[in-house]
Every structure is written in structure tokens, then in C-alpha cells.
């Protein structure tokens, strides 16, 4: 056969091979997501009281600086950049060229991050100090506290960090196997393997806490940050024996000179700022929040986000570690038609999934939070459910944006488009700073405006994308995306109905129902709009609902 007839086979194969690909990477991010709402479910029910929630806000406020560097370097800007780098050179190579370049980079990844956890621990103190410098300012943060409880939390939260920095090495080893994995076209394990982290976080993390501290005060969130050490190991371990099983030797290689290396941190740098926006954003976030008055700000906006990550997770994540081994393949060859339709098809199945999630939980915050997050010691404190709920809210009014993102910034790096969105990021960042400052310094607004900052800095980041990748690739089906958004909007129209008049109807007494009555209300009011939703896309003959349809008819066919 020749070239041109393998190159055709092999780009309908493509579409068949990424639908049961994001099938078993959606069922994996949905296990290791709901483990992670578990995880935080958890810790607001041991420690949200009121007495303790100042303890939860040093956690979260501590593992912001790991947990951000796990985004940009781990899982964005190092897992991109290699997955791209790695797909071409196995194309072009061999695969045995492939395997250098990753002995390479698992070894300069360890150094490096090493380096970066060593500087973690050692400069912790000054890490805080940016951080929560409301914390550091009661008078000008009206943080209602005491000077020598502000000094307590800063103090407590520097140890829980100091702890916790090595994290972001065993997650960036993770990171590299995962993109390796992927670009061989195996998903499910890697895709698995934050779940084994959010299982070792919590057994661990309860074990070691109920040694320090049976009666889980203070001391016992100590034992939940060692937790997060033991589930980042895990998340490493679990996908080594699928890496050995296609072919990988690990063996120190400490020659960084070879091109490869040079190629994967000329796109990973980059990489870095472009992706920084919503990370950086959330980072802000907590440290405005440090602003804003008394316990507990911090722990909500982490919270609300958590609950975010949820769909954000299963669509748009599952759906950009589909499709970006896919896009740097087609790019291999220009970008055509196949790069086109391929991006524009997965940026239309990202919203179509994630817009009805938003109008979800927009409208139905309050219940979804006192029913997650609303539980143990969090019930005793009054504040704690409507804290989580209006920041939820504001999160979710950019919910479609940042699915649209996962899928966007990293198709910039298969045709080789690496600054532009680097610059976008730059300009979307000092967005959501000024926006930061504006609410909370100058206005005194509370903690939703923050989550609202980043859903407009994530709605400008996608649309300034958008159209710069329309002068690279030429169009992007804009006809036949217009049609869809406007079906989708009249879908969503009429969930939000079916929800808001479930809210005034049948969740009408959520005060006084107890947690059976919540779970079953809840549980149809979600399904009852699900049906609504996909029901009116498909009398309005959505193509992508129609795909899903077809394959899920297909799975169910096969097992009959």
C-alpha cells in the first residue's frame, strides 16, 4: 500500500479510535474526579467548624504553590510539550529515538524538580508571605482576627507547605510516563492514575492524622499533608508496569544536548505562560481572598473550583488527552482539512457536554453544596454551605470556556504556534489581576467576585485563541459552529426551566428534608434536565449528539 493510502486509512481510523479512547479516559477522570470531591468532602467534614476551618484555609493556601506547579509544569506544560515532541519523533525515528528522548527527559525532570522542591521547602516563609499577605495585614484585610492568630495561621500554613513541596516531583515523573502512555495510545492507565492519588491522599492522610491527633484538630491536617507525598508516589507507581509493558527501560541519561530535549523546553516554556491563565488566576484568587474577611474565603473558592474540576475533568480534559496525540499527528503533514474538522468537532462535543453542567450548577449550587460539602463538622458552621454555593456559581459562568481551553491552547503546539497563546495568557493574566484588585481592594467586594474574575479572564483567553486560530488554520467550520451554538442555547434554555422549576417545586422544603429526600430530589431534578436537554438537541438533529448516540447504541449492541 502506499503512503497516500496509508495516510487515508489512518485518518479514518482516527475518529473510531479517539471515541473509545475518550470513553475509557472519561470513565477514569470520572472515578479519579469524584475520589478528589471525596478527598475534599472529607476534610471539609473533619475540619469546616468553625473552630477549625482557619486549619482547612492553611491546607488549601499551602498546597496552592505545589498544586499550581503540578498544572503548569506536570500536567500542562511539560505533559504537552513532550506528548508533541515524542509523537513526531516515533513518527519520524522510530521508536527507539522516542525512548532516548524519554530517558532524557525522565532524567533532567528529575534534577530539575528537585532543585524546584528543595527551593520549595527552603523558602517556604517567603512563598507564604506573598500568599496570604492578607493574613499579614489584619487592618487592611478586615480580617477580624487577631494579630497572634494571623501569626499562628501563617506560621502553620509555612509547615504544611514545607511538607508538601515535594509533591511536584513525584507528580511531574507521573506527568512524563502519562505522556508517554498517551502518545502509545493508552490511555486508561494514566488516566486512572490521579485516582490511586486521591486514594493514597485520603487513607494515608486519615491514617497519619488520627495518630497525630485522634480528636482531628489542628495537628491532624499535618497527617492529610503527608497524605498528598503518599498519593503522589502512588500516582507514579501505578503507571510504571504499563510503561515497561511497551517497552520503556528507564536508565539515567544525562545528555540534555540532544535536540529533542532542546525542542520539548523551546514549546515547554511557552507552554508555561499559556496555560498559566487559569491556574495563575485561581492563585490570585487566594491571595485576594487572604483579603477578604475572616475564615474561611480561602477554603470556599478551593472548594467551589474542586467541584468545578469535576466536569471540567471529564470533558475537557478527557477530551484534549484525546485529541492532542491526534492533532500533532495530523500536524505532522500541514494543517488540512483532517487537523480542521478533528479540532473544530472537538471543540463543539467539549460544549456541548459542558454547557449543560454549567446551567447545573449555577442554578442548583445551593443544594449540590449542602449535599457534598455540607456534612459532619461543616453542618455546625451556617457560612460554610452559601460560601461554597455563590462561588460556585461565578466558576461555573466560564465552565464551557475553560473545557474550550483544555482542547485549544494545545493544538497552538502541534502546528508549531507555541507564543500566541503565551501572549494572550500574559494579557488574560493582568486581566484577572486588575479585575482581582478591583473587587476586593478598591470595591470590597466578597470572595465570588474573585471565581467571576476568572470566568471572564477564561471567556477572553478562549475567544482571542479562537480567532487566532482561525488566521493560522484558515476556518474552523464557523457556519456550522453558529448552528450549533444556537441549538445548544435553546437546549440549555430549556433545562434552565426544568431546573428552576424543580428549585420552586419539588427541592422547594431542602431545609427540612433529610439527606435520603435530598439524594432523591436532587438525583431527579439533575436527571429529569439531563433528559430535557439532550432530548430537544436531538429533535433539533445535533450531529454531536446524534455521535453519541450512535455510539453509545453501538457499545450496548455489542454487549447484547
Known sequence: MNDEGSMAQ????????????????????????????????????????????????????????PNMLRDLFAEGALSTAFITVFTRKTQVEGEEASWKLAR??????????????????????????????????????????????????IEFTITLARIMYPFILLVSLAALVMGMLNARKIFFMPAMSSTFFNIGSMAAGGLIGWWIDPHFGKNAVIGFAIGTLVGGLLQLAVQWPALKKVGFIFGFDFNWKD????????????AIVSGSVVQVSVMLNAIFASHVAGDGPVTWLYSAFRLMQLPLGLFGVGLATVSLPALARLATHGIGDSFRDTLSKTIRMGALLSVPSAVGLIILAEPIMSLVYGNGAAAKNPLHVPGCAVALQSYALGLVFYSGLKVLQPAFYAIEKRFVPMFVSVLCVLVSAGLNYLFVIRWHLDHRYLALSTSITAALNFTLLFFAMRRFAGHLNGLELLRFSGKILVAAACMAGVCWGSWLTLL???AEYGLSLRILTLSLTITLAGVVYFGVNMLLRNKEVEDISRLVLRKFSRRS
Open 10 to 65: 489512518a485518518r479514518q481510523a482516527e475518529p473510531q479510535i479517539g471515541a473509545k479512547a475518550f470513553g475509557l479516559v472519561s470513565i477514569a477522570i470520572l472515578c479519579s474526579r469524584v475520589l478528589g470531591l471525596v478527598r475534599e468532602v472529607v476534610l471539609s467534614a473533619l475540619f469546616a467548624s468553625k473552630e477549625n476551618l482557619r486549619w482547612l484555609d492553611c491546607f488549601n493556601m499551602a498546597f496552592k504553590a
Open 104 to 153: 532524557k527527559m525522565m532524567t533532567l525532570a528529575s534534577v530539575f524538580m528537585s532543585i524546584i522542591s528543595l527551593l520549595g521547602v527552603l523558602l517556604a516563609p517567603w512563598i507564604i508571605w506573598i500568599l496570604a499577605s492578607g493574613w499579614r495585614h489584619p487592618a487592611d484585610s478586615k480580617n477580624q482576627l487577631s494579630p497572634e492568630d494571623l501569626s499562628e495561621k
Open 259 to 270: 535536540s529533542g530535549v532542546r525542542h520539548t523546553l523551546q514549546l515547554m516554556w511557552p
Open 508 to 510: 422547594a422544603g431542602w
